[in-house]
Each structure stands twice: as C-alpha cells, then as structure tokens.
C-alpha cells in the first residue's frame, strides 16, 4: 500500500524519511521537485517506511535532463523515478512495490519508459530479480555521495505483459486514501 504525498504533514514524512537514508547512505540530500508525484511506501504494519518520486522529464532538472537529452527517442514518453529510499525496517519488504508502484504510475499517466540514476546494487536487482529490460546509457559516474548508473527502463512492456511468468511479481498497488499516518 501506498500514500500519494498531498499535505504539508506528509511532505515533512517523505523528506524526514529520505533524509535518515540519504544520511544513513552517505548521499547528499536533494528535496523534492516541484512537477513532482510524491509516494509513501507504506509497510504491512500501515507506517511510512519508505519513499518514491516520479517526475515528468519536462519538470526534471536541468542536470538530469542534460544527462538523458541525447538518448531519448522519439515517440517514447518518458518520466523520471528518483528518491527510493527505504528505512532499516523495512527493507527487503518495500522494493517490490516501489517497482509495482512504478509500472502503474507510468500505465496510468501514459509513459512508456523510466529513466533515472540508479544505484548499482538496485540496478541489478532490476535486471536480475525483476526481469526489466534496463538498459544503461552512459557510463557510470559518481553523484552526490555514490557512484550511480544513467539508465531506461521498459516500463511499457511490464503494463502490456503483467500477465506473463516473467513478471510474476507484479501485484497491483493500492492507494491509501483514508486514515492518519504516524511518521
């Protein structure tokens, strides 16, 4: 289950979260965008445990755009998933619904692909364990804190194919529109 970031409250949740990991990590804390969808990845005991931001390549920044410009291609609609961070507690538990979240948030809004700078540990998680078609694009570079890897990813072909034995981890999320989160 997810909380789509919609108050001030939750605004301060998804940063503070963010934040301890990005610290925890050693990264360079970067707040959100403004254009940006904002998640919180809540955990089974119902409490924001981790975060996610997707953005339309249109709002991203000038930085991230400069990286991707030349690689994009035409016809293709793309967004931009960045600020995955999971708390201690939940890790192991939220990863695969920040990429669940991810294939219907770009089912839903029409994008085709995902572009982003992973960290290399997720990044084969992608390939390996989620099946994704990921294609790195240049190489990889250090970045606030991290080596991180420029990379697309066929997010389209997971929507059109949720069926398929090789996405058998796909669950569709569900949003939580109700109820007080403590965070």
């Not at 991290?146 to 981890?169: G, L, M, Q, T, Y």
Request: proline share 4%.
């Amino acid at each position: 289950m997810y909380k789509r970031v919609d108050s001030k409250e939750l605004l301060d949740t998804f940063h503070r979260i963010k934040e301890e990991v990005w610290n925890e990590m050693g990264f360079e804390m970067e707040y959100a965008k403004k254009g940006s969808d904002l998640f919180l990845l809540l955990g089974e005991d119902g409490q924001p445990g981790g975060t996610i931001e997707f953005t339309p390549i249109s709002q991203s920044t000038d930085f991230i755009k400069n990286v991707f410009l030349d690689v994009l291609e035409e016809g293709l609609h793309y967004f931009e998933g960045d600020s995955l961070a999971v708390l201690p507690k939940y890790r192991g538990k939220l990863g695969r619904m920040a990429v669940c979240l991810m294939v219907d948030y770009a089912e839903k809004h029409g994008f085709t692909h995902m572009i982003g700078i992973a960290d290399p540990a997720f990044y084969q998680q992608l390939i390996n364990k989620y099946k994704l078609h990921v294609k790195q694009v240049k190489e990889a570079f250090f970045y606030k804190g991290a080596d991180v890897i420029p990379v697309v990813i066929d997010i389209k072909e997971v929507f059109e194919n949720k069926h398929h034995p090789r996405f058998s981890w796909y669950i569709p999320q569900v949003e939580q529109k109700e109820g007080t989160l403590i965070g």
